[in-house]
């Protein structure tokens, strides 16, 4: 029966029948017509040249002549106007793959930022999208991803770096010639949710009793830093005495301790650029740093060759970085002795927060004390206590109005 090569009978784009064959030979990129007899198919045959070191050949099939000549076309018009052959077959959770692999990771970027980068992929992208093709993904698919994951309640942090992980993913894929255009390019980030979790810090009363239970150990001076400048646990274990400046009464921020997994502790940049930064400290945390220093340099003398100077502010007890997770566990313990609910250090932060605005400092100055790149997430984390702050402000007003009424 006339047609039936499966091996790839062509036919130009005017053969009525499949029994009249094309003359001549295809460019790369064009594409073969041919009958498959078996699937009772037009087959349209694209080819994408060499890759791996492998020519490979993707074929396409159509009931209708027709649809098999139009694709032919597109294929033809594509190859004119510069535009790369994209392989229809390929999943977005195996260029991602990719990307992480040959890209992400060899990167100079933060280790913890590249773990970070493998948490969203795996736990959040891959399992949503990873089946879609990469050329057939739309902008549309992307946006709804985002709010779905408002709606589940994620922040708009999370939110934030899932959109900035898919526009770099797929922007790789644009510079491969996977695909032609990146529809993560105009993607919204919604607006999230309340955050399920409150806020958790430590009142005046209880601020106190925790610094009073902690005045007998060694690291008295990191937390009353914590409490009082609202630094991250990180940051305050990757300070130097270097960073102090006593004259000046500041403390510079620049570097971050973290447990990154699969690689282990690392010190590295802050959080972010607006992490970098210089901190006006109060008279008290001046008073605490120096008395801290003598301290130190005392077991230091103690503890004899077993120390190891990386002139760390706040090290291990042989002068090493301290492990962040050990403060976590020195913190339980002191909440425990004080009578106070298991809290982490990050409570501290939150503490130093609301006292400053509690106190009349304004947002943009409380901003930067924390080290947040934008104002808005300031206020994201702090809408309750801004509404407590607020609702306080206006009985207070409220029992002055009576006062004044029965005068």
């Not at 029948?17 to 990129?29: D, E, F, L, N, V």
């Not at 809290?343 to 947002?363: C, E, I, K, Q, S």
């Not at 100055?365 to 702050?389: C, K, R």
Request: some cysteine.
């Amino acid at each position: 029966m006339a047609g039936q090569d499966a091996a790839g009978d062509e036919f130009s784009e005017d053969t009525p029948s499949p029994a009249r064959k094309s003359r001549g030979r295809r460019g790369q990129g064009e594409g073969s017509i041919y009958w498959r007899e078996d699937r009772q198919r037009w087959v349209v045959e694209i080819d994408y040249g060499f890759v791996s070191g492998r020519r490979k050949r993707v074929p396409r099939y159509f009931k209708t002549q027709e649809e098999a000549i139009e694709e032919q076309r597109k294929a033809r018009q594509a190859k004119s106007e510069g535009i790369a052959n994209l392989d229809r077959r390929s999943r977005f959770g195996d260029f991602l793959t990719y990307w992480l692999e040959e890209i992400v990771k060899p990167s100079e970027r933060a280790e913890s930022t590249k773990s970070n980068y493998r948490d969203m992929v795996n736990n959040h992208i891959r399992p949503a999208l990873g089946k879609h093709r990469l050329v057939e993904l739309k902008h549309e698919d992307l946006q709804r991803f985002l709010n779905r994951k408002a709606a589940d309640g994620y922040s708009t942090s999370t939110m934030r770096t899932l959109r900035t992980v898919l526009h770099q993913a797929l922007n790789e894929a644009v510079i491969t010639e996977k695909i032609t255009r990146n529809v993560a390019e105009t993607l919204r980030v919604p607006k999230a949710r309340k955050p399920k979790r409150k806020v958790v810090a430590l009142s005046k009363e209880d601020g106190l009793r925790l610094l009073e239970e902690a005045k007998s150990t060694r690291l008295y001076a990191l937390y009353v830093l914590l409490a009082m400048v609202g630094l991250r646990r990180g940051e305050a274990l990757a300070l130097r005495w270097s960073d102090f400046d006593e004259s000046a009464s500041t403390l510079r921020v620049a570097r971050q301790v973290t447990r990154v997994r699969g690689v282990g502790l690392m010190v590295g940049p802050t959080k972010s650029q607006a992490g970098q930064r210089t901190i006006a400290l109060p008279a008290r945390c001046v008073e605490v740093l120096k008395a801290h220093r003598t301290a130190q340099h005392a077991h230091r003398e103690s503890v004899g060759k077993r120390w190891k100077e990386h002139g760390l502010i706040f090290p291990s007890t042989v002068g090493t970085h301290m492990e962040p997770r050990g403060l976590n566990t020195h913190m339980s313990k002191l909440c425990k002795r004080a009578g106070l609910p298991h809290l982490g250090p990050h409570a501290l932060r939150h503490t130093a927060a609301t006292m400053a605005y509690a106190l009349g400092v304004d947002w943009k100055q409380i901003q930067a004390m924390l080290g947040h790149t934008m104002l808005s997430t300031t206020m994201d984390i702090y809408v309750d206590m801004v509404d407590t702050v607020h609702k306080d402000a206006a009985s207070k007003l409220d029992a002055w109005f009576d006062s004044e009424s029965s005068a």
